[in-house]
């Protein structure tokens, strides 16, 4: 008879690429996870993987063999999900977080989350879209909420909001006559997202098409050291206001008003890798949609590519 615990550690093996993460992932040792491959693939008469310099390697029977055991654990769940009152969900969850969230409403679903799900522990990671991917894609994250979306093979993502990108400068700075030129404003250093970001490139390439001489673009991952920077004058800079409604009212930063191309809007999605263990990703993704789609001056939006269930 087939073991369906060595079923599931040959799922996490090959979805992980490593004995070792399979083995960390399942809370065993190594020698116990390879102990039970050799299990399985004696029961089934082939052999699923191959040594690889970097971990292991699904041989052509592993391929075909790994759909079917990503539907046998995911009907084991279905089978306990519908048996399970749902607000029993614990242990840690990892969640990576655009800093755009972390700034507006992610306290409140943090909030939300503990309440209904008193024993999950979230572990958060704030970092750029590019490295909550990068994590995302080798499952160092259970979701992320990032700009998206992640339009890849088993990824699955939900509209969460979306914020207008503008020119932000300190107040009263001496840019010249307004409404302000692309020349005007870079003058000084154009201060952005991180330089592997959508809008970094956006602004990028605009001023390449609008042929500014040799731009000085400052890409930082860190919203609140982007904000500083500005606030103390150094250059201008294109991030979304929506959290500078404080340091606005008070008259240190202002929106500038620029002759330029428009500048695209930031989406954001929740996104995770959709499988047999993304029951709590999915519950907390929609109860992020409620959150984002409450808070003021934030709207849930259908992006091409998304699915937008509520």
Known sequence: ??????????????????LRAASEKLGTTQPAVSQRIASL????GVRLFERAAR???????????????????????DIIQAARDQTTMSGSFHIGVAETIVQTWLPRLI????????ALTLEIE??????????????????AFMMGPVL?????????????LSWVAKAGLDLGPRPLTLEQVTRLPVITYASNSAPYRQVRDMLRREGVPSPRMYGCASLSM???????????????????????ERGELEILDVVADPLQDLNFTAT???????YAARVIARMAQQVAAGEAGTETVQVPGIDAET
Request: negative net charge.
């Open 126 to 143: 704030v970092d750029s879209s590019e490295m909550l991917k990068a994590h995302l894609t080798s499952r160092r994250l259970n979701l």
């Open 272 to 278: 995770w890798i959709d499988g047999p263990d993304s």
């Open 41 to 44: 693939e004696g029961a089934l």
């Open 226 to 248: 982007i904000v500083r920077m500005v606030q103390d004058g150094i250059g201008t800079a294109v991030i979304t206001p929506i959290f500078l409604g404080a340091e606005l």
């Open 111 to 118: 909030a939300e989350v503990h309440s209904a799900y008193p």
């Open 55 to 77: 971990g292991v390697r699904l041989t052509a029977k592993g391929h075909e063999l790994l759909a079917h055991a990503e539907r046998m654990m995911q009907a084991r769940n």
């Open 152 to 164: 890849e093979a088993r990824m699955e993502n939900r509209p969460l909001c979306t914020y207008p």
């Open 1 to 18: 008879m087939i073991d369906l615990r060595n079923i599931e550690t040959f799922f996490w093996a090959a979805a992980l690429g490593s």
